[in-house]
């Protein structure tokens, strides 16, 4: 069954020299990053991308896990539904969708989009070190994709308001320069078209 959640977070590009800013004045440690793989999933010509709606496969600890994100008023839409290595592997190589991720059915229906419709775009890999930070969950993140590296501050809420008011006081705090950042799929989608142009 799929867990839905309405996500709120704000992201900051970094660059490599803010990165480093942020590890210091958090003392994050090399073993604090966490590897997680991002499977990315769309049609040939981008339908899902078109509805603002993005489809990808996680890879975080040997545990995999399915997401649907959509456009949501308060932010995105995420549904979530934990797969088995085999049921992740199926879809990945396949494109079958298991059973239990009927929500996604139904969506792709709606948009007139069979699961064989869609392929595997490309992954993209995170190192991530993620904790507690004033009632939200910050992440610091170094990306792989298509031959680029970025680096990247997300902050994750509840509270949409008092959530963006500690983000900019954040920044502020350890001079890193306002630089927001869209989606990884929405970075990667871009880099991939840059690629086949």
């Given amino acids: 069954m799929m867990k839905h959640e309405i996500e709120i977070e704000f992201k900051n590009m ?7 800013k942020v590890i210091s004045y ?3 440690k090399k073993q604090d990053f966490i590897k997680q793989e991002n499977f990315y999933f769309d049609t040939p010509d981008f339908i899902l991308a078109k509805h603002a709606s993005a489809l990808r496969i996680r890879c975080k600890n040997g545990i995999y896990e399915l997401t649907l994100k959509q456009p949501h ?3 995105l839409l995420e549904s979530n539904l934990s797969l088995t290595k085999k049921e992740a592997e199926s879809f990945i190589e396949k494109q079958q969708l298991p059973e239990s991720a009927q ?7 709606s948009l007139h989009v069979k699961s064989n419709d869609l392929h595997l775009l490309g992954t993209l890999t995170t190192f991530r070190s993620e ?3 004033k009632n939200g969950l910050l992440s610091l993140d170094q990306n792989f994709y298509l031959g680029k590296e970025d680096f ?10 008092k959530g963006k008011a500690i983000f900019s006081q954040l920044l502020d705090q350890l001079q890193i320069d306002k630089k927001p950042a869209k989606n990884k799929i929405l970075r990667f989608f871009e880099a991939k078209y840059q690629n086949l142009c």
């Fill in 26 to 28: 958090f003392k994050i």
């Fill in 131 to 133: 904790f507690d930070y």
């Fill in 14 to 20: 970094l660059t490599y020299e803010e990165f480093q």
């Fill in 103 to 109: 929500y996604v059915h139904d969506l792709l229906s």
């Fill in 152 to 161: 990247e501050l997300e902050y994750e809420v509840k509270d949409k308001w």
């Fill in 73 to 75: 008023q308060d932010g």
